[in-house]
C-alpha cells in the first residue's frame, strides 16, 4: 500500500528582511506551529555560524576593524557557505519535510550590493541554488529596527548601510514572484498569524511539484 501512495515533499520557505525585522522571533514560531499542525519541519539559518566558512563569516561580522577580506571575497564565502548546506535541505525536502530559512541569497545579495557591488554580480555564485517556493520579506522602517533589542553591535548594523540594504531588497522583490511582503512592524502575534496561513497554503499547492534547483538561472 505505502509504495502506491503519492510522494509529498516538503516546502521551502525563506525569511528575508533588514536587520532585526523580526525574522528569527517569527522562524521559531513558525516551527512550533507547523508541528501544532502535525507538519515536519526544521529550521536553518545562514550564515550558519558552526561551519569552517561560517566561523570566518561570524568573525568577519563581529569584527569592526578595517576586514581582512575584500568585498568579494566575504560575498562568496556567505554563498559557499549556503552550497555547504544544500544536500542536506534537499534530502529533508524529499522526506516531506518543510524546511524553514532564516536569510539566504538575497541576503547574500542585498548586503553586498549595499556596499557599491554590481547586483547582477553579486547574484553569479548562488545561481542554481534551491529555488524557494515562498520568500517572505519582514518589511519594516529602519528608525523602528534600529530601536529594537541588539541593534548595533555588528558590522552592518549601521542605519545609513541599512537603508541601501533595504532599497536592493526592493529590486529583488520585483524581479520575483515568490515574494509575499509582510508588515514586520506590528505585534509579533499577528504577524505570525499572517505567516501561517500563507505558508500552510503554500505547503499544500507545492507538495506534488518538483524541486527547484535554479534559482536566478
Ligand atoms: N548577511 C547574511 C550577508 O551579508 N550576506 C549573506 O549572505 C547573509 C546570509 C548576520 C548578518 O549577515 C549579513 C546580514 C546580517 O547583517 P544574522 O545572523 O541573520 O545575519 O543576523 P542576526 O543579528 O542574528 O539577526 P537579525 O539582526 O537579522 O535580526 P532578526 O532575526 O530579523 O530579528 P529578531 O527576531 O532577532 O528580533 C530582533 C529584536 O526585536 C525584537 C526581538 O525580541 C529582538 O529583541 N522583536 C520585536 N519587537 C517588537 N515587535 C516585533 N514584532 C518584534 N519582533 C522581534
Ligand atoms: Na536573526
Redesign the pocket.
Known sequence: MLANMPRRRGALIV?E????????????LLTQNLSSHQIPSILR???D?TSTTGAL?SSY?SSTSEPELSDEA??LL??A??WEAVKELEDALLNGTTVIV????Y??????AAKGLDLNWCKGPDKGLLTPDLVIY?EIPIEV?AT????G?????KIEFQEK?RGCFKQLKEQDPTWRVID?????E??QKDIVGTVLEVIERVKEMPIGHDLWS
Open positions: 525569511f528582511g533588514v536587520d532585526r525585522s523580526g525574522k528569527s522571533t517569527q522562524t521559531a539559518r545562514f550564515p555560524r563569516i561580522l566575504i560575498h556567505f554563498s557557505n549556503r532564516d536569510r539566504y541569497a541576503s547574500g545579495v542585498a548586503y553586498t519582514m529596527a529594537r533589542g541588539g541593534f553591535g555588528e558590522r552592518y548594523e540594504v514586520a512592524d506590528r505585534p509579533v499577528e504577524i
